[in-house]
């Protein structure tokens, strides 16, 4: 019964986004305003249905209502309450129905902030944001529906999900993940909307913007939290594997980090306007094609659901509707739009130009590397496989530059700037960060890498060049307390978003050069010792979990006869799907993490155990953390909350403040 | 700028995307298992492993040959090979004689407690921690099956799980004709593969 309800109400909601889709557009049409003021009311409708199909499949699953398919296949009995909630989007067709939660989530949000928007516009926006949904609603009612019955077989018991979701980070990750995504769609759904009005102005670029860094900030912190856990979870010790779903998570995000700073230039300078529209329809379409890729099995990865041809082609389908739509749209009216602004070659015009090139750059290795097996192979020239080293070199290449650019781009005025005038910061900081880069490591490290110096010095770089660009910025003004407060959010939000890409950088630089990875065989009342730290194995305990039975090791590690931490780690075997994990032992630091996995048996009582030294590895995750901070100090400047005020009002605030 | 080469540039990304959908379609249609092997025709490059039950013994290539058989790869950690496990034990009980090759598994234990708990259905099995073999083979992603001729030829390479279905119409010819081509038994289902190839015509 409650299933029906949430199938019904399901397709209730694909009812009212076709209404979405239909009935605010033929307002525009006709110039009727009160068929353009249902856009509301239906996206509200059309988010409260998606809510309660979402609520009645999450009962399903806390009551452990087998006779739903999706949860007989992805839940059971022994799973802890929470997990069962975890497998409700563990599925493909949950996933769906959570996606579209978000998708209309963000929609009503939209509709509920947009009061102050011109009706026409608010009424296109909203119509686009309808039309996607009806896309997605078909897809879950015709190929992946969520409410699919065993009747008349129920089973008695489900299976159990996947070990490897059941975890915390599992809980929030596709959450956080599908925020980003999704939020893209409303970005995506200004441009589309401008490009029908046909008018690309400023105006346009001020209101997509909190939308986009929100949108940005989930994806952020999504795609650190999902590094985070390949990290402990997976129990190989990286943190980063250019695998096809990550690469489908990444080029959104690149693509998006283009799409906030060239929509700073839109906003402010009224240049790159069918540039920046382009990059919104790319961020959402990467979005989309990550989904695709993910969803319809095209590549095989090690994350891969079930696949199945009919759902990779109506995704497909929908993908060219969408995707080629809007660039036949953009073809059309972007090719009219004038621009008239000049700047010369040094100037932040340019500078953002440049992050735009290379950011694009990366997005398009990033999806070339993803796609090329396939397209290899479907030209028939063999199967072939991309990997780490091709994206570790790539990348390597794009972040000098790229870095650079972080680091001057914020010193450099709009339309020109003098070199003379930031001459001096620019080469001390430069001088700072090359000094610091080459000691730093020659210090504290037994070796001194060229890679290593190269990262800290690029990081260093940011930092310095972002201190000095402050202090140029309180140069004019008398009292320095009160100036800090008056770069405003939006400004500092910048600086932070900028150190914390320094951040990451270290991070990356010092693991990628500095950690040790050891495979040691220890039995019971051995020790092993690396980097100072002495590793003591004191004993094998054998757990019974709720739905496991483990082998647990007692680690007790010390430093210079010091105790640090007594660690554990687990080889768990989940009884239902008779699959072994690994739980590692980690012992967290500022500037480094011990982590023991235990492996197998040896005979004799010796176990294998692999150990590793991460210098540094918890700062890849805070700077992902410090750069969403970042985008969430830039939406709360006041300009954006700024109501019902005209353009030129706006033009007089925003002057001063930077990107 | 000209108009019409302004609108011209600005279909590009338009452009851009309707190849790249076209690529994606019919890669949605290629079959991932036919995946071509350029060791198709060809014999199994040499190697030296270690069983996966008694690290001192290792085999080598003359482990295959003699009759026909399959080279199953697999590991705990593919949860597909856990799905193909059943199928496996059934071949197995059907006088299938399998080589397992366990690929980059997390450890030895792990492989062995998963036969343990699963039931066993290869005849050798071959621990490849480092996925050398694998990598010569050009394994794509486990599970992965060969199938192997009695000279150690490799006459077909299945990418994916093997079930009912893939046995049945495309595997289970290949190898049985085999079998009849070494002088070797086959179920009496397959007895018309004899006939068929005398006539000239496969069923390929």
Redesign the interface.
């Known amino acids: 019964m409650i299933a029906e309800i949430g199938h019904f109400s399901l397709v209730i909601a694909c009812a009212f986004s076709l209404l979405l889709t239909v009935v605010p557009l033929l307002g525009v049409a006709r110039r009727h305003g009160g068929q353009m003021a249902m856009a509301r009311p239906l996206t509200y409708g059309m988010f409260f249905f998606t809510l309660i199909s979402f609520i009645a499949l999450c009962w399903g699953f806390l009551v452990s209502d087998f006779s739903i398919l999706n949860v007989a296949q992805n839940s059971n009995t022994q799973l802890p309450a929470i997990y069962k909630l975890t497998a409700v989007w563990g599925s493909h067709e949950g996933s769906f129905l959570l996606w579209m939660l978000i998708q209309a989530g963000w929609a009503a949000a939209l509709a509920l902030f947009s009061k102050r928007l011109p009706l026409v516009f608010a009424a296109r926006v909203l119509a686009v944001m309808g039309m996607i949904g009806v896309g997605f609603y078909f897809f879950m009612l015709l190929t992946s529906n969520p409410f699919d019955r065993t009747i008349p077989l129920i089973p008695v018991d489900g299976h159990d999900l996947?070990p490897l979701l059941q975890d915390p980070g599992m809980i929030i990750h596709p959450p956080l993940l599908y925020m980003g995504y999704v939020g893209f769609s409303v970005a995506f759904a200004f441009a589309i909307a401008a490009l029908l009005g046909g008018r690309l102005d400023a105006s346009w670029a001020r209101w997509s913007r909190p939308w986009t860094i929100a949108a940005w900030i989930f994806l952020t912190v999504g795609i650190a939290l999902g590094s985070w856990w390949a990290y402990y979870e997976l129990?190989w010790g990286g943190w980063w594997f250019w695998d096809p779903v990550e690469n489908a998570s990444f080029m959104p995000w690149l693509a998006g980090t283009a799409l906030m700073h060239s929509l700073a230039v839109s906003e402010k300078r009224g240049s790159f306007k069918?540039w920046t529209v382009?990059l919104a329809?790319?961020a959402f379409?990467l979005s989309l094609l990550g989904t695709?890729l993910v969803r319809?099995?095209?590549l095989?990865s090690?994350h891969a659901f079930a696949t199945d041809?009919a759902r990779?082609?109506f995704l497909?389908g929908f993908?060219?509707v969408v995707?080629?739509g809007s660039?036949?749209l953009?073809?059309?009216r972007?090719?009219k739009v004038v621009s008239y602004s000049r700047y010369e070659l040094f100037s932040r015009e340019v500078m953002l130009l440049g992050n735009n090139v290379l950011l694009v750059v990366a997005t398009m290795v990033v999806l070339l590397g993803t796609?090329l097996p396939?397209?290899h192979?479907?030209l028939g020239l063999?199967?072939i496989?991309i990997g780490e080293p091709f994206f570790d070199q790539v990348f390597l290449w794009l972040t000098i530059p790229f870095a650079l650019m972080v680091g001057l781009g914020p010193l450099v005025r709009w339309r020109r700037q003098k070199w003379a005038d930031i001459q001096k910061s620019v080469l001390l900081a430069f001088a700072l960060a090359v000094l610091l880069g080459w000691a730093l490591p020659a210090i504290f490290a037994e070796r001194v890498s060229g890679l290593a110096v190269l990262g800290l010095l690029l990081a260093l770089w940011i930092v310095f060049a972002s201190v000095a660009e402050i202090k140029m910025r309180l140069a004019q003004r008398d009292n320095i307390l009160s100036s800090l407060v008056k770069l405003g959010p939006s400004h500092w939000g910048m600086v932070l978003g900028h150190l914390g890409f320094a951040v990451t950088l270290i991070g990356i630089t010092m693991v990628q050069n500095y950690e040790v990875e050891r495979d040691v065989r220890l039995s019971p009342g051995q020790s092993y010792s690396e980097h100072g730290y002495t590793f003591h194995f004191e004993e094998l305990r054998a757990i019974e979990g709720p739905n496991y039975h483990s082998d647990k090791a007692v680690i007790h590690i010390t430093r210079n006869e010091r105790d640090v931490e007594t660690l554990f780690t687990e080889?768990r075997?989940y009884n239902v799907?008779?699959?072994?994990m690994?739980q590692t032992g980690l012992q967290v630091g500022f500037f480094r993490d011990l982590y023991i996995a235990l492996?197998?048996?040896l005979g004799d009582g010796s176990y294998?155990f692999r150990i590793h030294y991460k210098p540094f590895v918890r700062w890849i995750w805070a700077g992902a953390l410090i750069m969403a901070l970042g985008g969430a100090l830039s939406i709360s400047d006041k300009r954006y909350r700024l109501k019902r005020q005209s353009a030129r009002v706006m033009g007089q605030t925003s002057k001063g403040t930077s990107v | 700028m000209n108009?019409k080469l302004?609108?011209l540039?600005?279909?590009l990304?338009?452009l851009a995307?309707?190849g790249?959908?076209g690529?994606?379609?019919?890669?949605?249609?290629?079959d991932?298992s036919k995946?071509?092997?350029?060791l198709v025709g060809r014999e199994v490059p040499p190697f030296e492993l270690p069983d996966l039950y008694n690290p001192d013994q290792t085999h080598d290539q003359s482990i295959l040959g003699g009759e026909p058989m399959l080279l199953n790869v697999w590991a705990?950690?593919c949860?597909t090979c856990?799905a193909e496990h059943t199928f496996l034990n059934t071949l197995r009980e059907e006088g299938v004689y399998i080589i397992g090759l366990n690929y980059k598994d997390?450890?030895?234990?792990?492989a062995v407690?998963?036969l343990q708990?699963?039931d066993d259905p290869y005849q050798i099995n071959l621990f490849d921690q480092t996925g050398m073999l694998a990598l010569d083979l050009?394994v794509?992603?486990a599970p992965e099956t060969y199938v192997i001729d009695a000279d150690g030829i490799i006459l077909h390479r299945h990418?994916g799980d093997m079930n009912q279905r893939v046995w049945q119409q495309t595997v289970a010819p290949i190898f049985y004709r085999a079998r009849l081509q070494a002088g070797l038994s086959v179920p009496d289902a397959y007895r018309h593969l004899a006939r068929d190839s005398e006539q000239g015509g496969g069923d390929e």
């Open positions: 996947n129990g069918s382009l329809i790319a379409s695709f319809s099995g095209v095989v090690v041809p990779g082609t497909l993908l060219g995707i080629g660039l036949l953009y073809a059309l972007a090719s796609l396939l397209v192979q479907e063999g199967s496989s080889k075997f799907r008779r699959q072994v690994t492996g197998d048996e294998a | 108009q302004k609108t540039i600005f279909l990304p338009l995307f309707i790249l959908a690529f994606l379609y019919s890669g949605l249609f290629s991932p995946l071509e092997s350029v705990t950690w949860p856990y997390d450890s030895r234990a792990a407690n998963w708990e699963l050009g794509y992603g990418v």
